[in-house]
Each structure stands twice: as structure tokens, then as C-alpha cells.
């Protein structure tokens, strides 16, 4: 996989600054250009997508489809919500890794369930901004 999509969902844009405690005190700009360093030691790309608004999370993948090899998405709190988040994910034929910084399922009782898990390529949990590595991992060595 050589072009890959990192894409955040809502309040991700406050990282190092909200709950340090749960999530750490990097911020998303450490994790793109760590991540983008990462794709390029494999000959890829990376570009990155950030929004508070369900609709333009919608839009952006409906765009990203075909467009790359895989989507790294953190859907932040819509994965418990987002029924529309999981018919566009379902809709494209780009795979995407759901990605959590923290581990949900220690979490809130209402955050162990994801509506969207079940039509992504696979769901990386609980290992901080490692999660975002592993997944971009899953899709550079996958091949």
C-alpha cells in the first residue's frame, strides 16, 4: 500500500491539550508527521483529513474511494453513533482500520460498542498514538 488517508474525527484537533490523563499529551500534528515519516521509509504518502462535522467526514471518504490504498480513521466519538459514518464506509470499496488511541472497551460503558467496526478492514485499540502506527503498518506490510 503506498497512499494512505489518516483521517480524525471530532475534538481529535484538541489532542494535548483535553483529558491528558486518557489521551496522552502529543498533539495530531506530532501523529501526521511521525505517521508521514512512516509511510515514506515504505515509498508512500500520507494525507491527512481533520473535522468536528459528521458530513464532512462523510464527504471525505466518499472522495477518498479509489483514490487510495487504504483510510486510517479515528471517528472519535461518532463510532458510537454514526450510523451514516458506517453506510459511507460500507459504500466504498477503499479499506479502512478504525483507530482509537485509548482502549474503548475500558472505557464508558457506551463506548465499547462501535457501530462501525463491523465494515472496516479491521479495528486497532488502547495503544495511544502507537494505534495510528500499527494501523498504517497493517496496510504498508500487508502487501
Same mark, same amino acid.
Given at each position: ?14 489532542? $494535548? ?9 502529543? @498533539? ?26 459528521? $458530513? ?11 483514490? &487510495? ?9 461518532? @463510532?458510537? @453513533? ?11 470499496? @477503499? ?32 495503544? $495511544?498514538?502507537?494505534? &495510528? ?11
Amino acid at each position: 500500500m503506498n497512499r494512505l488517508l489518516l483521517m480524525n474525527g471530532p475534538n481529535i484537533n484538541l489532542l $494535548g491539550k483535553r483529558e491528558k490523563d486518557v489521551y496522552g499529551e502529543f @498533539t495530531l500534528q506530532s501523529i501526521e508527521e511521525e505517521l508521514s515519516e512512516l509511510v515514506h521509509k515504505y515509498g508512500g504518502e500520507l494525507e491527512s483529513f481533520q473535522s468536528n462535522h459528521e $458530513g464532512e467526514l462523510i464527504d471525505c471518504l466518499h472522495q477518498a474511494n479509489g483514490c &487510495y490504498d487504504g483510510i486510517l480513521f479515528n471517528p472519535a466519538a461518532y @463510532t458510537h @453513533t454514526s450510523i451514516a459514518l458506517r453506510d459511507a464506509i460500507a459504500a466504498i470499496d @477503499t479499506p479502512v482500520i478504525e483507530v482509537h488511541i485509548s482502549n474503548v472497551h475500558q472505557r464508558e460503558a457506551f463506548r465499547h460498542q462501535s457501530l462501525l467496526a463491523a465494515v472496516c478492514y479491521g479495528q486497532i485499540v488502547g495503544f $495511544g498514538k502507537n494505534s &495510528y502506527r500499527l494501523a498504517a503498518l497493517a496496510f504498508l506490510e500487508s502487501k
